[in-house]
């Protein structure tokens, strides 16, 4: 007679290395982005980050690197999430002209918002002194991506005829990148809505028109 073979206990499967993030990455991003962009990148300690995020230090490190990658991240999430609209407009407006105008509206009712610090991140990143070279070579690339959005804005209405050809489109996304940081900061420093909408009529002033051949 056999005997029975008791059954083997089986292996318990082997745990996950680490201990799981217990936090929502993206909602603590947005308030990354948001105490960078109130005290900008210098004034900005490890401490403000935690306490606004709801994290300790070392899930921070854990989730984003360091204290400039992170300010990198933010900053990549303020344009991916703040800049949609006006890559809609500059994309969807049928003639250049248009499509600047609304943007720069657009603009003046971000930088306007109650929910949110007045001006822009992207353009208050100009002034960090605490950030590497690597960075502020980054955020450099990352405005010109701006300007160069709009330089092919206005080459594609050249193209299409409601830009006069002998403008220069470079030196006019140029201009207008001048008069988007100009109210950011003036935004940031308490201007109202209705000065800057203001402004935004004397830009367009200064944009060249299609001189139309009267009948």
């Not at 930088?111 to 007045?118: G, W």
């Not at 092919?152 to 990148?177: H, K, Y």
Request: proline share 5%; charged share 30%.
């Amino acid at each position: 007679m056999k005997t029975a073979v008791a059954a083997q206990p089986q292996a318990a499967a082997p745990k996950p290395r680490g201990r799981p993030r217990s936090f929502d990455r993206e909602q603590a991003l947005e308030s990354a982005m948001e105490i960078f962009w109130r005290k900008g990148f210098d004034a900005t300690s490890i401490t403000d980050l935690t306490e606004a995020m709801g994290i300790n230090p070392p899930s921070l490190y854990a989730a984003f690197g360091d204290k400039e990658k992170l300010y990198l991240e933010a900053v990549e999430y303020y344009r991916v999430q703040r800049g949609e609209h006006i890559r809609q407009v500059l994309a969807e407006e049928p003639t250049a002209r248009g499509a600047i105008d609304k943007a720069l509206r657009g603009a003046v009712s971000e930088f306007c918002r109650r929910d949110s610090p007045s001006g822009c991140l992207l353009t208050m990143s100009t002034g960090s002194t605490g950030v590497s070279d690597g960075v502020q070579q980054m955020l450099v690339r990352k405005r010109l991506m701006a300007r160069d959005r709009i330089r092919e804005r206005i080459q594609r209405g050249i193209e299409e005829g409601d830009v006069p050809a002998s403008a220069d489109p470079l030196a006019l996304a140029e201009f207008i990148t001048t008069i988007f940081a100009g109210m950011a900061m003036h935004a940031r420093d308490g201007a109202t809505r209705k000065s800057l909408l203001a402004t935004v009529d004397n830009a367009m002033r200064a944009f060249p028109e299609v001189q139309r051949r009267k009948k």
